[in-house]
């Protein structure tokens, strides 16, 4: 069966270009970087030019790059890490997150709030938009990092960092945006934003899983989670994942390239299918995006209909899409994110749906897709006591 | 753990749904808060269910043990009935993944339910 694929903010297939570039490095390019002889010298030239491409893609001085294994490993550096930059160290426990970042920030403060920390989460709206004077309010001595992501990975809203960065700074506090949703899908300039730290992905860009980059702001540093070895200038020991490196590389070149024509085709087709979806789907409801969002994201709760159900539904007719539903996650919790959107509503977290769309998305599936949703909301409702209840309170 | 193909089966395909409208016994379990909400209409005729069916708001699992109970009383005396268990429902469907088995198995529930309340109301010992 054909499949449409729209989870691209999960992640993305490799692009067939990138793999063409880590080929010789699965072959004859071998060397251990850190090695002096001919076969070692080789591969460090060419895991410096892949920071080279890492670096510009986000107007970042390449020695500013470090490369890990993904944008968990990033933020989990940052937030454990930062203290290192304050003479008082254990004095600037107090951090500052937002209430729809990452399970890897969000649960990992959380975490820390029991190991001595100060955790402030700031709340959002049901546009999904950050309450920045609830943010500005929580500022006390202690603080030492507030970190907020560029763009959330589950409603596509964009948050105002550059603004956040600022009221951090003038505090004397470090700044951290997670930007794994961000880069390589829209303008990113580290110098513009000011940010301290800033977290990327791999795989959110078509290059492999399990590779990723944490930029660190001259001047300051971070406590390695990894040590003993000298790699990566001493900030993240362990021999380099040179197949990543090269694929981070050479897929954030190209999407630097290809960003404003992407921008313009992706967002066309995710506004259609939206569109279509709000109009011809009764009780349908969009989750957040009244003010900024990325094109590529579309949040939809469908009242009365459980999201898991819609999920398998729509992949039982070859469509991937994922929900914020607690039922495929694992955990007994409907997503904290649409949860945060939905004023606490969980009956209408649990019924939300991602679509996420990308590189190869067509505008000729929106058609297919608007369909099958169709007719699988109908169907579930059908059956739904909550939508029995919800069609006889109406007056007839 | 995937859902298994029965469990699948009876997802894609449910048995016995929608409402009885001279049920002369209904129950519903859970709340929409926690994801699932499943509710069961019996037709009962002497000692037997006659008919039953069920509306369920929930995932696919809890779709599946729905349509899945329905099937194994749907003809049986209430006391076979008042014998079936969640964990009989779950291993009729070839089991189902650990997190599943409390928030989304509760169609036994729902039965008992309209069971004992139709017999508590009919003087039924």
Do not use: W
């Not at chain 1, 299918?273 to 349908?284: G, K």
């Amino acid at each position: 069966m054909q499949r449409i694929y729209l989870d691209y903010n999960a992640t993305t297939p490799v692009r067939a270009e990138v793999r063409d570039a880590v080929l010789p490095f699965l072959n004859e390019l071998f060397g251990n970087p850190s090695s002096r002889h001919f076969e070692g010298r080789q591969v460090k030239t060419k895991i410096e030019a892949a920071r080279d491409q890492v670096a510009k893609a986000i107007d970042a001085d390449p020695e500013r790059i470090v490369f890990n294994a993904g944008a968990t490993e990033g933020n989990v550096t940052v937030l454990r890490g930062y203290q290192v930059n304050y003479k008082e160290k254990k004095g600037r426990n107090h951090i500052i997150i937002s209430a729809v970042e990452h399970p890897c920030i969000y649960d990992t403060a959380k975490k820390m709030a029991g190991e001595g920390y100060e955790v402030t989460i700031v709340p959002v709206n049901g546009d999904g938009d950050l309450d920045l004077a609830f943010l500005k309010s929580a500022i006390k001595d202690t603080t030492g990092l507030i970190s907020v992501m560029t763009v959330n990975n589950e409603t596509g809203v964009i948050y105002p960092i550059k603004e956040i960065a600022k009221i951090a700074h003038e505090k004397g506090i470090l700044f951290h945006t997670d930007a794994a949703q961000a880069i390589g899908k829209m303008p990113f300039s580290v110098k513009d934003i000011d940010a301290d730290f800033v977290t990327l992905s791999g795989h959110k860009c078509y290059a492999p899983k399990g590779v990723g980059a944490l930029y660190i702001k001259k001047g300051k540093r971070l406590d390695p989670l990894l040590t003993g070895g000298h790699q990566e200038n001493n900030r993240r020991a362990g021999t380099e994942n040179v197949v990543g490196m090269v694929a981070l590389g050479k897929a954030l070149e190209l999407a630097t390239a290809e960003m404003s024509a992407d921008r313009e085709r992706i967002g066309k087709i995710r506004d259609e299918f939206e569109r279509r979806v709000l109009a011809e789907v009764p009780h349908a409801r969009r989750n957040g995006g009244a003010g900024n969002r990325l094109y590529t994201t579309s949040n939809i709760s469908f009242r009365f209909v459980e999201g898991e159900a819609i999920q398998l539904k729509l992949d039982y007719h070859g469509i991937a899409v994922s929900t914020g539903s607690a039922c495929s996650s694992g955990t007994l919790d409907p997503s904290h994110v649409v949860m945060a959107m939905c004023g606490g509503d969980e009956e209408e977290a649990h019924s939300s749906i991602r679509f996420s769309f990308g590189k190869y998305s067509k505008m000729e599936e929106v058609d297919y897709v608007v369909g099958r949703i169709k007719e699988v909301i109908a169907q579930l409702r059908s059956f739904s006591p909550l939508y029995d209840k919800f069609m006889n309170s109406k007056p007839k | 753990m995937n859902y298994t193909e029965k469990v699948m089966d009876h997802f894609m395909n449910p048995r016995n749904v929608g409402k009885i409208e001279d049920a002369n016994a209904i129950a519903e379990v859970g709340n929409p808060s926690c994801g699932d909400v499943i509710k069961m209409y019996l037709k009962i005729n002497g000692d037997m269910i006659e008919d039953i069916k069920f509306q369920t708001f929930g995932c696919g699992a809890a779709i599946a043990v729905s349509s899945q109970t329905t099937e194994m009383v749907k003809g049986k005396s209430l006391k076979e009935a008042l014998e079936v268990t969640r964990d009989q429902v779950a291993d009729e469907l070839g089991g189902l993944p650990a997190v599943k088995m409390h928030c989304s198995n509760l169609a036994a529930d729902a039965l008992h339910q309209a069971v004992k309340t139709y017999m508590k109301e009919h003087g039924i010992a």
